[in-house]
């Protein structure tokens, strides 16, 4: 079955850096769209990035130049490196992913199945 594992979230100041990392296993389909998205309390959930099986990435716009995400399909990891972070950069992030298409972080978001237990981010001022 499919599962994914996060790791690397935490509490940092305001335009500090966290990276995420997402162990993933139980799937083979080369067509799953990779991503991330977030909720912070009393928001409704966020797409964040995601990133096709071709490379091919596409962010939020609230994010867009201060986030990456990435994968290293020998290790199955995805990772997402989030850089000068902000108060509003405060939730808690979770790995999805799914076969959708497009593979943007609305369409992965809305409708995935396969989702981690989640990493609390916390950006203090």
């Known amino acids: 079955h499919v599962e994914l594992v996060e790791s690397g979230g935490g509490s940092v100041q305001a335009g500090e850096s966290l990276r995420l990392t997402c162990a993933t296993s139980?799937?083979?389909?080369?067509?799953?769209?990779e991503g991330w998205f977030r909720q912070a309390p009393g928001k409704e959930r966020e797409g964040v990035a995601a990133i096709a099986n071709d490379g091919s990435t596409t962010y939020a716009d609230s994010v867009k130049g201060r986030f990456t995400i990435s994968k290293d399909d020998t290790k199955r990891t995805l990772f997402l490196q989030m850089d000068s972070l902000e108060t509003e950069d405060t939730a808690m992030y979770y790995c999805?992913?799914?076969?959708?298409?497009?593979?943007?972080?609305?369409?992965?978001?809305?409708?995935?199945?396969?989702w981690g237990q989640g990493q609390q981010v916390t950006v203090s001022s």
């Open positions: 999805a992913v799914d076969r959708v298409i497009p593979c943007d972080p609305v369409a992965l978001t809305l409708n995935h199945n396969y």
């Open positions: 139980g799937y083979t389909d080369t067509n799953f769209c």
